[in-house]
């Protein structure tokens, strides 16, 4: 991937944190702000690669973990009250 492709991915990711973390405020909901976290990470980890930001790198997997503690067992509350 390309330098600039990967710096817009950054930015992109900004932008979706922002979002995502005023929507959990207004909603109250932590599984939104897990969510958009965890796709904001994932935008994040070609730019820290890019330049070699390996420290940055595992930060974001540490963020990936974190969210997907939080999503996964919602999800799984939620599937298990269907039946």
Same mark, same amino acid.
């Given at each position: 991937? *390309?330098? @600039?492709?990967?710096?817009? &991915? +950054?930015?992109? *990711?900004?932008?979706?944190?922002?979002? !995502?973390?005023?929507?959990?405020l207004v909603s109250g909901d932590? !599984?939104? /702000?897990?969510? /958009? +976290?965890?796709? @904001?990470?994932?935008?994040?980890?070609?730019?820290?690669? @890019?330049? $070699? @930001? +390996? $420290?940055? !790198?595992? &930060?974001?997997?540490?963020?990936?973990?974190?969210? &997907? *503690? !939080?999503i996964i067992p919602s999800l799984?509350? +939620?599937?298990?009250?269907?039946?």
């Amino acid at each position: 991937m *390309s330098r @600039a492709c990967a710096w817009r &991915l +950054k930015n992109i *990711s900004v932008y979706i944190g922002i979002a !995502v973390y005023m929507a959990m405020l207004v909603s109250g909901d932590v !599984v939104i /702000g897990a969510t /958009g +976290k965890l796709f @904001a990470e994932i935008l994040r980890i070609p730019y820290f690669r @890019a330049t $070699d @930001a +390996k $420290d940055m !790198v595992r &930060l974001s997997y540490f963020f990936i973990a974190a969210s &997907l *503690s !939080v999503i996964i067992p919602s999800l799984l509350n +939620k599937w298990l009250n269907l039946f």
